[in-house]
């Protein structure tokens, strides 16, 4: 298969996973996350329950939109495991890779409604944050080596980044920050490195 033949046949993918992620919120909104099954949400979204399947793990990542594989990702988190250069920085630079590929801000509306309608779904969500930060653990220490304490280097690195985020989210969402996120969070990071630089009196 060509390079443009794969380029479409990834991009149709990634349309069916999206209308079976819209579907999904929109059900969720309407008629409550337990009233309504993934037959009935593959039959609003035009697809097979099969075909569900090869998408989504379960109907709670259908809302949150995480799809079992996505090659795009995928290949970013090989380039930052084979990568050289300072390990947080390439850390950094994967995190705002990734948003700019799922761009999180313009599915923020839509879960701030359906949590509102469904707050059990804000545990699923936890859980599925604590499993993506396990997977950035895991390819830390891919790329590391499982030595005495890398583990806790990973942790530590994961949670940090990790809060940074959320900091920056919050400027982008609720105090329409114009700054582009990548800036945002690596002043922060910058910020942090002097902070936990500084020694006690």
Request: hydrophobic letters at 40%; charged letters at 30%.
């Amino acid at each position: 298969m060509d390079e443009s033949a794969e380029s479409t046949r990834e991009q149709r993918k990634r349309e069916t996973a999206r209308a079976l992620t819209d579907a999904a919120r929109r059900l969720t909104v309407e008629h409550g996350f337990a009233g309504f099954t993934v037959e009935q949400l593959c039959t609003e979204a035009g697809v097979s329950r099969r075909t569900f399947f090869n998408y989504f793990e379960s109907k709670e990542n259908a809302v949150f939109g995480v799809t079992a594989v996505d090659p795009r990702q995928e290949t970013l988190e090989r380039a930052f495991v084979g990568a050289d250069g300072d390990l947080l920085d390439d850390f950094l630079r994967l995190t705002v890779d990734r948003f700019a590929l799922l761009n999180p801000l313009d599915d923020a509306p839509a879960m701030f409604t359906v949590i509102e309608q469904e707050p059990r779904l804000l545990k699923a969500a936890f859980e599925q944050l604590a499993k993506n930060e396990r997977r950035d653990m895991d390819l830390i220490l891919e790329r590391t080596g499982d030595s005495e304490g890398a583990a806790l280097q990973a942790e530590v690195m994961v949670h940090t980044v990790g809060a940074l985020v959320r900091l920056s989210m919050d400027q982008l969402l609720h105090h329409q920050s114009t700054e582009p996120f990548g800036d945002l969070i690596a002043r922060r990071l910058d910020t942090a490195r002097t902070v936990f630089a500084q020694k006690a009196d």
